[in-house]
Antibody, heavy 118, light 110 residues
Framework: QITLKESGPTLVKPTQTLTLTCTFSGFSLSTGGVGVGWIRQPPGKALDWLALIYWDDDKRYSPSLKSRLTITQDTSKNQVVLKMTNMDPVDTGTYYC??????????WGQGTTVTVSS | QSVLTQPPSVSEAPRQRVTISCSGSSSNVGNNAVSWYQQLPGRAPKLLIYYNDLLPSGVSDRFSGSKSGTSASLAISGLQSEDEADYYCAAWDDSLNGWVFGGGTKLTVL
């Protein structure tokens, strides 16, 4: 059974750096063709893709957020970490990680809510 | 403004059929696979359709997907109250070099 779970702070201050961890089980990021992505959702709004890391450590970022994002993987821990710098209240929302395969986000974590406020 | 355009809402009666459209361009829908996601209230999204028209294991065959040119559609037949949710389309965009999602469509089962 494949599961993913997001973890990180629920509250960050403006200008701080957000660090989120996606811990997964049931698959290996070493397996060819798979990846782990991050997608966020502001309250009451649509899904917004942030970043994707592939099995070969190739990385893709949202063009509008590229300068603020870093995605890394720790294969030994089955974790993918997303860092987002210079947080702003507009970054408030639910952040999801998801397993990527077959050109789709196949399985999603439950999401973690992040509020940006002083 | 989302790169992929979906109607904000659709509604239909139980047991009927509804379609949700997803309009894009040659750099996304026209040249790449489309996937569809269902998000029940307060829940994480769930994959419904991948590679335009394939159903993941466990997804009801009341759901179906299609694509023609730069537009894609999700059809739901035999509507049930539990189908009330937000539905999103997504695709890779060659120009943006990233994934794009539609703005989402809220389905109401009357």
């Amino acid at each position: 059974q494949i599961t993913l779970k997001e973890s990180g702070p629920t509250l960050v201050k403006p200008t701080q750096t957000l660090t989120l961890t996606c811990t997964f089980s049931g698959f290996s990021l070493s397996t060819g063709g798979v990846g782990v992505g991050w997608i966020r959702q502001p309250p009451g709004k649509a899904l917004d893709w942030l970043a994707l890391i592939y099995w070969d450590d190739d990385k893709r970022y949202s063009p509008s957020l590229k300068s603020r994002l870093t995605i890394t993987q720790d294969t030994s821990k089955n974790q993918v970490v997303l860092k987002m710098t210079n947080m702003d209240p507009v970054d408030t929302g639910t952040y999801y990680c998801a397993r990527w395969d077959n050109d789709a986000f196949e399985i999603w974590g439950q999401g973690t809510t992040v509020t940006v406020s002083s | 403004q989302s790169v992929l355009t979906q109607p904000p809402s659709v509604s239909e009666a139980p047991r009927q059929r509804v379609t949700i459209s997803c309009s894009g361009s040659s750099s996304n829908v026209g040249n790449n696979a489309v996937s569809w996601y269902q998000q029940l209230p307060g829940r994480a999204p769930k994959l419904l359709i991948y590679y335009n028209d394939l159903l993941p294991s466990g997804v009801s065959d009341r759901f179906s997907g299609s694509k023609s040119g730069t537009s894609a559609s999700l059809a739901i037949s035999g509507l049930q109250s539990e189908d009330e949710a937000d539905y999103y389309c997504a695709a890779w965009d060659d120009s943006l070099n990233g994934w794009v999602f539609g703005g989402g469509t809220k389905l109401t089962v009357l």
